[in-house]
């Protein structure tokens, strides 16, 4: 118990995920393959920050109950640096991908995103969720 299981393929289909969304996108927004392959670096560049950053967040949980009594004020405020510490590498590496669009691409890739922003806020949201 407590052991993580190593999923054989994982990287493979996290590339294959990556890849597939960049072709996507290649199409939508008919990307260049000098912009393509510069939004292949940004990915792997940001996956492995992003990787590096997970490794040094704290367990919200096991702070907030280092004494007896459970610190709901440390629990969020861990929670909380945790996600920023995450968004900045988000914001970041957007901002890299965001900068070598053109403004005809840019301005469709924003319609893009309300459009499935759109499509996801209207999807019910499931009352039975693990903790």
Same mark, same amino acid.
């Given at each position: ?14 590339? @294959?995920?990556i890849? %597939? ?30 990787r ?17 009594? !459970?610190?709901?004020?440390? !629990?969020?405020?861990t ?8 968004? @900045? ?7 890299? !991908?965001?900068?070598i669009?053109?403004p005809?691409?840019?301005?469709? !890739? ?16 499931? %009352?039975?969720?693990?903790?």
């Amino acid at each position: 118990m407590g052991q993580m299981i190593s999923c054989i393929g994982c990287e493979k289909h996290r590339k @294959q995920m990556i890849e %597939a969304r960049i072709q996507k996108l290649q199409k939508e927004l008919n990307l260049s393959n000098a912009q393509v392959e510069k939004i292949r670096a940004i990915k792997k560049e940001g996956f492995e920050a992003f990787r590096n950053a997970r490794k040094n967040l704290k367990n919200p949980m096991l702070e907030a109950t280092k004494s007896p009594i !459970f610190d709901k004020a440390v !629990f969020i405020s861990t929670a909380v640096d945790n996600t920023k510490t995450l968004a @900045q590498i988000r914001a970041e590496n957007f901002e890299k !991908f965001y900068s070598i669009l053109t403004p005809e691409q840019r301005q469709k !890739f924003v319609a893009i995103l309300k459009s499935r922003m759109t499509r996801h806020f209207k999807r019910p949201i499931s %009352a039975h969720r693990p903790i």
